[in-house]
């Protein structure tokens, strides 16, 4: 889920309301001109929190984890927003806050600090059918970074809230590395070069800035690490980051691509059609982005980028505009082929070509279709109406090849498919019988490892795609959006380039079918097909289509 709702921040669930009260009453501003005074929560902050800490309308008293909505949640905010300080409040709630589930009030009850050892006096009342809250029995939390600067982002300000509030009588013992909450508990900092605490069983989990959490410097297998040891005590964890590389693999990629619906994502982004180069249009971006955070001086803001611009302008885009954009050594500009969307029906009967790029067991598998008039879409097939993209581990580690083959005669019948484009390695028995089926006219193998070919047909795509008066569309597909952020160029010789991923982990399958099938296309309309009409006439009793003209 990604919440951001265009007419506000709208509550209509229940939730920990407690939790925000408790905040602003015992973290107070960490520093600056205002330090020490009380807090008060940006909108976007109480919008994340009130997420955070919702509770199923079901939930039961001793329920933990499973009491809530949300297993665990992702903020994506651009810098200077105010992520760390926020992130600071979440980890002393976590600490001596009522962040545990307690029942359902019926009337006339009260939260007091007095009987949870802070003798503060606050105290909230709760209404009928509220949820309640308590403190946790033995806290283990860990604030987890990649090094210890990016960890002081966090533990700077949770220090100053503790030594400027009424929690620096709960909480007397803030060190560098740690802090001990009564006899049994503890906040501990964890970096990459740190991991000796790693595995252990925790409640809560602070990971900041996993955009760069990445297999490289082996941050994923932490964040794995740390939620399997959330999973053991029944607590949940918070990931916090700016926009990532989509060509790295990172943590932040990996959450925000997941289905899981107890993932409770938070990334405001302004309009696609927006141009962050243009200074104007970067103000509208800014504005948007950067909404609900009245400290945050937009001028400031854009002094920053534009430096920042002038030698990385995806990291400017990223860190600023909040925007996952490719860095340097892209094949395609992933706002360019998003400007290109124009989303439509084909119907049935309609002439497309088809693009193929088959797999075994690590890559994905995928046919991609293009109208002659340059509509390029991921077509759907069976029941339930698929993408014809298929990923070997959502099948027991295997393509699936006979719903591949199943799919692509569906294909066949639904449209005037004229020509199919396939690349034929691991699959060469399949598009053999394809060309007997189908005709040697309609199914060519077309080897993509071919580097004058393929850096040709590369080059065709791309072009289309940036020039301005291009007419071709797509249809937005998710997935092949990031197949093709994931392809980088590699140098051959006489100027040419063949596609690589951007990481063994990233897959470019969707990106070589798009090339394929505009190829297909644009190869048939220079044979005149888009003039001449074929009527192709398969039947399940037939082993060759026929052609009646």
């Known amino acids: 889920m990604t919440a951001a709702p265009e007419d506000g921040f709208v509550v209509d669930f229940p939730t920990l309301w407690v939790v925000v009260d408790w905040i602003e009453a015992h973290c107070p501003v960490p520093d600056g001109f205002r330090a020490g005074e009380d807090l008060e929560m940006y909108p976007w902050q109480t919008w994340?929190?009130?997420?955070?800490?919702?509770?199923?309308?079901?939930?039961?008293?001793?329920?933990?984890?499973?009491?809530?909505?949300?297993?665990?949640?992702?903020?994506?905010?651009?810098?200077?927003?105010?992520?760390?300080?926020?992130?600071?409040t979440l980890i002393l709630a976590e600490a001596v806050g009522p962040t545990v589930f307690a029942g359902w009030a019926h009337g006339g009850e009260v939260y007091r600090c007095a009987d949870h050892g802070c003798e503060c006096g606050w105290w909230y009342p709760y209404e009928p059918g509220e949820p309640m809250g308590r403190p946790w029995a033995s806290p283990l939390i860990q604030l987890t970074a990649t090094a210890e600067d990016q960890t002081d982002n966090v533990y700077r300000p949770l220090r100053s809230m503790i030594r400027l509030g009424p929690l620096a009588e709960v909480l007397p013992k803030a060190g560098e590395e740690f802090i001990r909450i009564g006899d049994e508990g503890?906040?501990?900092v964890v970096t990459s070069s740190a991991t000796s605490r790693l595995g252990q069983p925790v409640t809560f989990v602070l990971q900041d800035e996993t955009g760069i959490w990445t297999p490289t410097n082996k941050m994923?297998?932490?964040?794995?690490?740390?939620?399997?040891?959330?999973?053991?005590?029944?607590g949940r964890a918070i990931e916090t980051t700016n926009a990532w590389d989509p060509s790295e693999d990172s943590v932040a990629q990996r959450t925000s691509q997941s289905k899981r619906p107890d993932i409770f994502k938070y990334h405001p982004q302004a309009p696609k059609g927006l141009s962050y180069a243009d200074k104007r249009q970067r103000r509208k971006i800014h504005r948007h982005v950067y909404a609900g955070s009245s400290h945050v001086d937009l001028d400031a803001i854009e002094a920053e980028a534009a430096e920042i611009l002038e030698r990385d302008p995806a990291q400017a885009e990223r860190f600023f505009g909040n925007r996952i954009v490719s860095g340097t050594g892209s094949w395609l500009d992933s706002e360019a082929w998003a400007a290109r969307v124009d989303a439509r029906e084909v119907p049935r009967g309609t002439r497309i070509v088809l693009g193929f790029d088959g797999s075994d067991i690590d890559d994905h598998t995928a046919l991609r279709?293009?109208?002659?008039?340059?509509?390029?879409?991921?077509?759907?097939?069976?029941p339930d109406q698929a993408p014809?993209?298929?990923?070997?581990?959502?099948?027991?580690?295997?393509?699936?090849?006979?719903?591949?083959?199943?799919?692509?005669?569906?294909?066949?019948?639904?449209f005037d498919v004229v020509r199919l484009y396939a690349d034929p390695p691991y699959w060469e028995t399949e598009v053999d019988e394809w060309v007997d089926r189908y005709g040697e006219r309609r199914v060519i193998r077309w080897h993509t490892r071919r580097v004058v070919q393929m850096h040709a047909a590369a080059e065709r795509l791309r072009t289309d795609v940036l020039k301005q008066d291009t007419t071709f569309t797509h249809d937005g597909c998710e997935l092949t959006a990031d197949h093709i952020?994931?392809?980088?160029t590699a140098a051959r010789p006489g100027d040419r380039y063949v596609l690589r991923k951007a990481s063994e982990h990233q897959k470019i399958d969707a990106c070589v079918t798009s090339i394929l099938a505009h190829e297909a296309a644009m190869d048939t309309i220079a044979a005149g097909g888009a003039r001449k009409k074929k009527n192709y006439i398969y039947t399940a009793s037939t082993t060759r289509?026929?052609?009646?003209r």
Not at 222 to 232: E, I, N, V
């Open 48 to 88: 994340c929190t009130v997420n955070h800490y919702r509770i199923r309308p079901g939930a039961e008293l001793g329920q933990l984890a499973r009491a809530f909505t949300y297993r665990r949640s992702q903020v994506v905010a651009p810098q200077k927003t105010g992520k760390g300080p926020w992130s600071a």
């Open 186 to 188: 503890r906040i501990d």
């Open 220 to 234: 994923t297998r932490t964040a794995d690490t740390q939620r399997r040891g959330l999973a053991g005590m029944g």
């Open 369 to 382: 279709a293009e109208t002659l008039d340059g509509f390029q879409f991921t077509p759907t097939y069976g």
């Open 388 to 414: 014809t993209i298929w990923n070997p581990a959502d099948f027991g580690g295997q393509v699936p090849r006979l719903e591949v083959d199943a799919a692509l005669d569906e294909l066949m019948r639904r």
């Open 485 to 488: 952020a994931n392809a980088r």
């Open 545 to 548: 289509a026929t052609t009646r």
